[in-house]
């Protein structure tokens, strides 16, 4: 039975009556109330590099419409307990979002819903979270309560009596009905115009890429808004986690498997490297955009890095030490350096697949006895690390808001007062440690204030390069002075030390590289300056001290401290060479070069093997690009096996 109700007009006080209790009022001042709402947490988030323009304000307006438009199609009665319902959730989510920020730095997520436990860690400071001027989201509900009890003539409800119930379809039913349902309609377009013209406009001028290659929550906040976010962030996850969840074909499973199978028959533990150092400490420095073409270099007379060309004389210095990221960057390197499996092709592992297994260096050690921990003096949430600290089995996570800001620098803290803040808790913790510090103040555009600048870069003074130089040389004394602190603490003599970049400095120009190094420069002495790192490993009797120049990379960090420390990497689902077992190398970089020592392989934009170009190392010319078939074949093959790997979450299904 169909029950409507029309109100006749004795029941209405006038015009501004009618307006005060149609449903287009309740709906504008649930809008009204909601953006102020949007503005009030925005305004609370205080990220300085984040502002609202009118075009976040439309995008605001617009989503907000997209998640209600339907409670114009309601009944009057129905669409206010809707628009009250729908402004609980949304406050509901916006508040959680301030609280979990204003802990994380991040904005909550699936993926985090997911891992609750990084939620659990908010635990005793959820009080000191809570501000009293939060009271604020709920201004709107004294308001509608004041209402409520005042109850103003112009917005009371007509008597009971006055109300004409219908029974059927009534032609001021079905005109009730047709008038409701076409508001809702252009309620909906307004909503989809006003938010995704702008947001249009957005990516294809700003933020080209954005939802491919994004590394940062609040970046995609900052175009899409917070409903927009969380609505993309529940698509993302949708797309990766539910629905059918992507299955290998059991035939394709068993490639990946019997790819590892071989992999193992490759690895010796029969040298007098494998576990020589085991029980030892092991300290990983992974230095933002530290590369190889300046070490050992001078500028103005001055050496670039005097602090690391020492250490290298007691150290094994890999001097074909490739980096091997993709679009994830800093994560990037760090993933491959701790699971030794290649980045994804597009977008971070640490935040596609957080909540994927993997056999990581951190859990391995902690199996055996470490104590593990992460630091890095940032936002916990950049790059989605707090999850993905917790999947890859560190104990804690020293982020920025362990640190206290005493010497800022670039993004955040100094790396020199980073070091001694970890030192001191490093020397705190049992023994042995895993210790994994990554750096941060030789990040792009590299700009350190002129205190800091201690060298003369002469024809690159003011120039992007010439910053990096100086903050490369900065970084090089903080690692100078952690040195001398590691044999101050008596940690020198066992522990085992391994540095290396994490990828290049975002600076392409060859004129630059040529103007710095006084040669002109090939397309393979470009392709190594950009994918080069240095590695040094110090051990620590200084066992091996020299020059190493067989290629390697950061896929081979993981096996190869497990082979100084004694633990297998056989049954480990890990990728990369052990740089101590003596056996061959491969080294294959994400954009699908390779080279295997003898040759270089650089593939071509196109994609079409023949394409690519193909270099014998001795010479540095190129060859018969067919002599490349076999190692492209291998590179391709290892990709797409480490690809596999790593979309259908494989690592707990083989065995
Ligand atoms: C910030 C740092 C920088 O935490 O890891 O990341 P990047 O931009 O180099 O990938
Ligand atoms: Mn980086």
Partial sequence: MNYSYSMSSHASNGGFGRFFRSRYFTYSLFLLFMIYKLLLFHFKLHISKIDFNPLDFFIGLG???????????????????????????????????????????????????????????????????????????????????????????????PARGALNFTVGKSPSRRAGFTRRFSSGIAALVIGCVVTFAPLKFYIDYYAVGLFTGNWWNLSLYNVTGLLGFHVYDAYRFGKEHLGPKPVLASGEVDHVQEWFDHKDTTRSENDAM??????????????????????????????????????????????????????????????????????????????????????????????????????HAYDGSFWNRNAMYETLGYDRFFSKKDYEIDEPLGWSLGDK???????????????????????????????????????????????????????????????????????QDGLWDHTILYIYGDHDNSVKDKAVYEKFLGKSLTDLDMEQIMNEVPLLVHLPDGEGAGVYDKPAGQLDMAPSLLHL????????????????????????????????GKRFYIPSQSGMFEDGSCYSLKTGKTVDVSTCRAGYDRAKKELYTSDETLQYDLIPELN
């Fill in 565 to 596: 420390l004694g633990i297998s990497a056989k049954s480990q689902y890990m990728m990369g060479n052990d740089l101590f077992d003596g056996q061959d190398r491969f080294v294959v970089l994400r954009s699908g070069a390779y080279t295997d």
């Fill in 274 to 375: 494998f576990g020589k150092y085991k029980g030892n400490n092991v300290m990983v420095i992974q230095t933002e955009a530290f590369m190889n073409f300046m070490i050992g270099k001078q500028i103005g007379g001055q050496e670039i890095t005097p602090n690391f060309n020492r250490l290298m004389k007691e150290s094994m210095y890999f001097s074909h030490y490739y980096h091997q990221t993709g679009q994830g960057r800093t994560s990037d390197a760090d993933f491959s350096s701790q699971t030794s499996l290649h980045p994804v092709p597009y977008g971070s592992v640490f935040i596609r697949y957080a909540d994927h297994q993997f056999n990581s260096l951190p859990a391995i050690l902690k199996e055996h006895g470490y104590t593990p921990n992460a630091f």
């Fill in 63 to 157: 989503s907000l419409i997209l998640v209600s438009f339907w409670t114009l199609w309601l009944p009057r009665r129905g669409q206010r307990i809707a628009l009250i319902v729908v402004n609980l959730l949304l406050t509901a989510l916006m508040y959680t979002d301030l609280v979990y920020y204003r802990y994380f730095q991040d904005l909550v997520t699936f993926t985090v819903i997911m891992q609750a436990s990084q939620v659990d860690s908010l635990g005793d400071s959820i009080m000191t979270l809570l501000h009293w001027s939060d009271l604020w989201f709920a201004a709107d509900w004294l308001l509608l309560a004041v209402i409520a009890i005042w109850k103003p003539s112009g917005w009371r409800s």
């Fill in 417 to 487: 007062s980073f070091f001694k803040q970890s030192m001191d808790q490093i020397e705190q913790l049992p023994q042995p440690f895993y210790s994994f510090l990554i750096t941060l103040s030789s990040h792009h555009p590299f700009s350190l204030p002129d205190d800091v600048q201690e060298l003369n870069v002469g024809e690159f003074d003011g120039t992007v390069f010439g910053d990096y130089l100086q903050a490369i040389h900065y970084v090089d004394a903080a690692l100078g002075q952690l040195v001398e602190r590691l044999k």
